[in-house]
């Protein structure tokens, strides 16, 4: 497995929506489950926000969702809120463990 | 509620050893692979190494492998993180984090304990 890439940033308005990706995830069908997604705040510790490449942990709005296309993993969120705003990271487990480089969001 | 709580960064000089610690609460702490993350002042996370439940398996980032070593011991419900050898670069905020109950994902994440490697 390669690195994982993500844009640096990315930016929306409130209510929009925005996609994040993340190029380099293995192409076998089964490396999907190995994709998740974290959220973090300034200061605070990151906070699992999507698991098994599409499934939300309790709690987590349903205006975050997961997908797959190829080698690229990508993250969207639905709706936004100025609360989204943070930086955002992907991390696969096939073959070694990494994380992305991770993406700062803004919403104006 | 999961409770981790990271305890044993300081300040050491290039080429010292420290010693991390987390304390676990919460859950059944030998049911999960346990891991450590590491984030540089301003930087992106970093897996660091994962170790499996009866501690028999670790697994580390190549940058690390050879200096540091993960173990645990489920009796006191705590994970541990040797580091030698330390460089500049090994500066961060070091996580311990848990496994997600499907597994493959990090669930729970403590508040970090800070490691700054400076002369």
């Known amino acids: 497995q390669s690195a994982l890439t993500q844009p640096a940033s990315v930016s929306g308005s409130p209510g929009q929506s925005i996609t994040i990706s993340c190029t380099g995830i293995?192409?076998?069908?089964?490396?999907?489950?190995?994709v998740s997604w974290y959220q973090q705040h300034p200061g605070k510790a990151p906070k699992l926000i999507i698991h098994e490449g599409t499934k939300r942990p309790s709690g987590v709005s349903n205006r975050f969702s997961g997908s797959k296309s190829g080698n690229t993993a990508s993250l969207t969120i639905s709706g936004l809120q100025a609360e989204d705003e943070a930086d955002y990271y992907c991390?696969?487990?096939?073959?070694?463990?990494?994380f992305g480089g991770g993406t700062k969001l803004a919403v104006l | 509620e999961v409770h981790l709580v990271e305890s044993g960064g300081a300040l050491v000089q290039p080429g010292g050893s420290l010693r991390l610690s987390c304390a676990a609460s919460g859950f059944t702490f030998s049911k999960y692979w346990m891991a450590w993350v590491r984030q540089a002042p301003g930087k992106g996370l970093e897996w660091v190494a994962s170790?499996?439940?009866?501690?028999?398996?670790?697994y580390y980032v190549d940058s690390v492998r050879g200096r540091f070593t993960v173990s645990r011991d489920n009796a006191k419900n705590s994970l541990y993180l040797q580091l030698s050898s330390l460089g500049v670069d090994d500066t961060a905020l070091y996580y311990c984090?848990?496994?997600?109950?499907?597994?493959?994902?990090?669930?729970?994440w403590g508040q970090g304990t800070l490691v700054s490697v400076s002369s």
């Open positions: 991390y696969s487990h096939v073959d070694s463990s990494m």
């Open positions: 170790i499996n439940l009866a501690g028999t398996e670790e």
């Open positions: 293995s192409s076998d069908v089964g490396s999907y489950k190995f």
């Open positions: 984090v848990r496994d997600h109950d499907a597994g493959y994902s990090w669930a729970y």
